[in-house]
C-alpha cells in the first residue's frame, strides 16, 4: 500500500498527532522514514517530525521542519505548519509536554518559546536555546526520503547546519531556576529512559 493510502485517515494536524501519540518511542540508533513509521509502529523525535511533515504535506502543507537547539540536552525536531497566518506544530516526543501546538503563534521564535519552561534534561535543567529557521524538506525528494528503507541520519545532520537563533542571552541561561518536581514528574511520565538524554 501507499504512503498516501496509509495516510489517509490523518486528515488533520491533530489526527496526525493522535498517531504519533499512540506508537512508542524509536529508542534505536536508526532514524526512520515515514514509510518506516507507518510499517513498524514507532518513532523518535527525528522519524517523527519528518513522518508529520511528510503527513501535513498531504493536507496542502509544505514539508517543513524546524529544529530546537538545546545544552546539555537533545536537540527536539517539530514539523510546522501555518494557518491563518500563524504557526502551529506537530512532534513527537518522548516527555508528554513537547508535542502538538496549536496554531496560534504569530512567529517561528514565538512558537519556540512555547517549548521553553518545558524543555528540561533529567537534571531538572531547563535546556532549549535556539531554534532554526524552517527546513523544507521537499529539497530531499530525490532521495526518496518519504518512502526509503535507507537510513536518514544524514537529513538529522543537515538541520545543524542550517541557521539558528539564539532564544536567550547568556546572563539570562546563568540566572535559570531549575524545574519544580511536579512539572518534572509530569514531563518525563511515562517516558521510555532508553530513550532519554543522559545529562553531564
Known amino acids: ?21 499512540s506508537v512508542p518511542y524509536n529508542s534505536t540508533k536508526r532514524t526512520l522514514s515515514p514509510l518506516l ?16 511533515a511528510a ?16 545544552e546539555n540536552d537533545d536537540d527536539h525536531i517539530i514539523a510546522v505548519f501555518r494557518e491563518g497566518g500563524c504557526w502551529g506544530a506537530v ?3 518522548n516527555t508528554t509536554v513537547l508535542r502538538f501546538r496549536e496554531p496560534v503563534y504569530r512567529t517561528l521564535r ?28 521537499s529539497k530531499f525528494d530525490d532521495h526518496d526520503w518519504e518512502i526509503t528503507d535507507e ?7 543537515h538541520t545543524y547546519t542550517v541557521r539558528h537563533y539564539p532564544l536567550i542571552t547568556p546572563a539570562q541561561t546563568r540566572k535559570l531556576s531549575d524545574v519544580p518536581k511536579y512539572l518534572y514528574d509530569a514531563g518525563f511520565a511515562g517516558a521510555d529512559i532508553n530513550g532519554l538524554y543522559k545529562p553531564e
Open 110 to 137: 514565538e512558537l519556540a518559546m512555547s517549548y521553553f519552561d518545558l524543555y528540561y534534561n533529567l537534571n531538572g535543567q531547563k535546556t532549549l536555546r535556539s531554534y532554526s529557521r524552517t527546513i523544507d524538506l
Open 151 to 157: 537510513d536518514l541520519e544524514y537529513i538529522g545532520d
Open 55 to 70: 503527513a501535513l504535506r498531504r493536507l496542502g502543507y509544505p514539508p517543513l521542519i524546524v529544529d530546537l537547539s538545546a
Open 91 to 93: 512532534a513527537k516526543s
Open 37 to 52: 513509521v507507518m510499517k513498524e509502529r514507532m518513532a523518535h523525535c527525528m522519524d517523527g517530525g519528518m513522518f508529520a
Open 1 to 21: 500500500m501507499e504512503l498516501s493510502e496509509l495516510m489517509k485517515p490523518l486528515d488533520s494536524p491533530v489526527k496526525i498527532q493522535e498517531f504519533l501519540d
